[in-house]
């Protein structure tokens, strides 16, 4: 089933906002999810995968100090914490219901949530 996002919209630089993916899976522990996001003109990038095997991922270490993520077992809920954002964050944010582990690859991910918009600007 399709995860359902919530969260995003518009925040001025140096501002925060926390995307919400709620799956529907019976147990979280069983499932890798990964937060991507897509500007226009450009492919989907990678931002955060969590799972139980692999803990908390990041394609790009530069974000780390920025973008955390945390779940919510019992609510089967994902979150992107996002702080100090940029104008060069906006985008749309997508989380992905994939396998076991951690991956980057698209191609690894069944379920997609609809997508938020993120836009930083002053």
């Known amino acids: 089933y399709q995860p359902v996002q919530s969260g995003g919209g518009l925040v001025q630089p140096g501002g925060s906002l926390r995307l919400s993916c709620a799956v529907s899976?019976?147990?979280?522990?069983?499932?890798?999810i990964t937060w991507f996001r897509q500007t226009p003109g450009k492919e989907r990038e990678g931002i955060l995968c969590?799972?139980?095997?692999?803990?908390?991922?990041y394609y790009d270490a530069s974000m780390k100090g920025r973008f955390t993520g945390s779940r919510d077992n019992a609510k089967t809920t994902v979150y992107l914490q996002m702080n100090s954002l940029k104008p060069e964050d906006t985008a749309v944010y997508y989380c992905?219901?994939?396998?076991?582990?951690?991956?980057?690859?698209?191609?690894?991910?069944?379920?997609w949530g609809q997508g938020s918009q993120v836009t930083v600007s002053s």
């Open positions: 899976v019976s147990n979280l522990d069983y499932y890798a």
């Open positions: 992905a219901q994939g396998g076991y582990y951690c991956s980057w690859d698209l191609a690894d991910y069944a379920f």
């Open positions: 969590l799972s139980k095997e692999d803990g908390f991922q």
